[in-house]
């Protein structure tokens, strides 16, 4: 079962790297990068191997047991 909680995004879109990075999920941005390369992300519930790919508000990714639901902080 995974944990689910709720990110306020400051900005959109963002890279779907940086919000594992920052959101503590991959100790540095190499390896939130190759864990969506090695397909390990989804967004939406699909597989995402796009390391810079945009997500925005509204987005749900889940990685490592961690589901994040993206909201608009504006």
Known sequence: MSNKRDVILTKQ???LY???KFEGLCD???AAKAAV???LV???GVVETQKRKQ???GDI???GG???ILKSGA
Do not use: M, Q, S, Y
């Open 18 to 20: 940086k919000i594992l």
């Open 55 to 57: 997500v925005n508000a």
């Open 61 to 63: 990714l889940t990685f």
């Open 37 to 39: 390369d090695a397909g």
């Open 42 to 44: 989804t967004v939406n």
């Open 28 to 30: 540095n941005g190499g």
């Open 66 to 68: 961690e589901t994040l």
């Open 13 to 15: 879109p963002v890279e």
